[in-house]
């Protein structure tokens, strides 16, 4: 297997290239391990060409113009690659590729820093328990009720349900593009609801911890309830932005109820979804994301959950009774410490 061209090219560039996307590569090469030499030049023609990968592509830091501009004009001269969204807080863009292409890029892109695979992203809420009493919120005496905040919900978009009724302020579409609010799974709405539902439909039953707060809908998932880092980064991003552009009514808070696999990068920075989420952070939004279905074990908290700067909740376990005294952390809770530690 060592023979090919793209084989080779993978372990010349092993620091420029995200381990799953190394071992996506190795993967397309192995049916041929055993392939006659005088064969590998066939095959390898047609691997190289008729494959194709989504990645996300990370600049030296100030080269994100110039590199963007030199990937560009090496995937136009480039069969089934193209550059897709540009992600100028984080240095990065997004892009599918095929090997041959990939190659090209660390030959002839000098700005490159690294590549990676663009993973796959999934919900992750389970379900949200009375036990936590979060809807008895007091603070000096003063119950908050969310008024005059705004929380992004970045996740499979949201519904106009009765109980979020006139708090729906904004919506915005990674996935279909679409410009009106709506969720194809209800995952989203189902966080908007455990966050500001007005218990309306329930006579108060269902009612969230925050009932006068503002929503944005940021749809990143599928209907399936998965996406990719690109769509991801993408959403976090566009919160950024819209609060440049509307700085007197800004998001005050994001919610992501989704993660991947956090992989050991030699720091968590080295993770473009955790630079993303960190990024939202030093712009003055509070960003809360779910810690991750994968516990009882240790080291299961997915990303962005591994940032050292974002909340990171876990899940509940309030034993079937209404008393806090028996509550423990719910079997399934992904738990700490983080791969970083």
Request: with cysteine.
């Amino acid at each position: 297997m060592f023979g090919y061209s793209m084989v080779q090219m993978v372990r010349a560039n092993a620091h420029k290239l995200d381990w799953p996307l190394r071992e996506s590569v190795l993967q397309l090469y192995k049916p041929f391990k055993w392939t006659p030499c005088f064969l590998h030049q066939f095959f390898e023609t047609k691997l190289k060409n008729r494959k194709k990968m989504s990645v996300i592509i990370e600049f030296e830091e100030g080269c994100h113009e110039t590199g963007f501009q030199t990937a560009g004009q090496v995937l136009q001269k480039e069969k089934r690659s193209k550059l897709k969204s540009r992600f100028n807080k984080i240095n990065c863009c997004s892009a599918e590729v095929a090997p041959s292409a990939l190659h090209s890029l660390l030959s002839e892109c000098g700005d490159i820093r690294k590549v990676y695979l663009n993973r796959e992203v999934k919900a992750l809420l389970d379900t949200a328990t009375e036990a936590s009493h979060a809807k008895e919120v007091v603070r000096n005496g003063q119950t908050l009720t969310g008024k005059g905040v705004t929380v992004a919900v970045v996740d499979t978009g949201i519904y106009p349900h009765p109980d979020l009724e006139g708090r729906i302020v904004g919506f915005a579409d990674m996935v279909n593009q679409k410009t009106e609010p709506y969720d194809d799974n209800g995952h989203g709405t189902h966080c908007a609801g455990d966050v500001a539902s007005s218990g309306a439909s329930s006579s108060g039953q269902y009612r969230g911890p925050a009932p006068e707060a503002n929503l944005i809908g940021v749809k990143v998932l599928n209907k399936q309830g998965s996406g990719t880092l690109a769509d991801i980064i993408e959403g976090v991003e566009w919160c950024i932005q819209y609060n440049e552009d509307n700085p007197n009514e800004p998001i005050d808070i994001i919610g992501m109820s989704l993660g991947g696999d956090a992989l050991r990068y030699d720091n968590e920075l080295e993770d473009p979804l955790v630079r993303a989420v960190e990024e939202a952070w030093n712009a003055g939004i509070v960003v809360c994301v779910a810690a991750g279905n994968s516990g009882p074990d240790p080291q299961t908290i997915t990303s962005p959950g591994v940032s050292e700067k974002v909340i990171t909740v876990g899940a509940l376990d309030d034993n079937n009774t209404a008393s806090s005294d028996d509550d423990t952390v719910a079997s399934f809770s992904s738990r700490g410490p983080t791969v970083y530690g």
